[in-house]
């Protein structure tokens, strides 16, 4: 088993300074898997194939930045970013197939909604990939910053 636990012991100032971008970070998550959730199975927009890939990025994120806050360890963080880092890229492209820029033809679109169709917009303006590249994009630099401060 490891010796290293955690970048500091419960209670000291440096557990701290780590723990709140890795709180904001599992804040962003819980947000957007909720949102999702929401889209899905309130308002019954059914998720594109890209959204499925997106979804499969985030859920985990939940799990494994609740299980580094419970336990006040820093390492969680290496197990994040690459989710966040691959869901960030598929929800970039995803906003360029509904923007227009990826042809439709490359999308990875079977059988249930288009990935470019208007119904993937939150009140008729808000693409739901802009929103889920906003989340990855925010739990990146969050956990970009709970990885600094905890190596200070």
């Not at 079977?110 to 739901?128: E, H, R, T």
């Amino acid at each position: 088993m490891s010796t290293e636990r955690s970048a500091a012991p419960h209670g000291d100032d440096s557990s701290a300074t780590f723990w709140t971008p890795l709180f904001l970070a599992w804040l962003l998550a819980l947000l957007a898997a909720a949102g999702a959730l929401f889209l899905g199975e309130v308002m019954g927009k059914p998720p594109c194939v890209l959204c499925w890939y997106q979804r499969i990025a985030m859920f985990p994120l939940v799990l494994v930045l609740g299980m580094g806050l419970l336990s006040s360890d820093a390492r969680s963080v290496r197990y994040a970013m690459p989710l966040a880092g691959v869901g960030w890229g598929i929800a970039a492209y995803h906003l360029l197939v509904f923007w227009g820029v990826v042809s439709e033809g490359l999308v990875p679109c079977g059988k249930g909604s288009s990935c470019a169709d208007a119904d993937v917009q939150v009140a008729g303006m808000v693409p739901i990939p802009l929103l889920s590249l906003a989340a990855f994009t925010g739990i990146l630099v969050a956990l970009w910053m709970a990885r600094r401060r905890a190596k200070a």
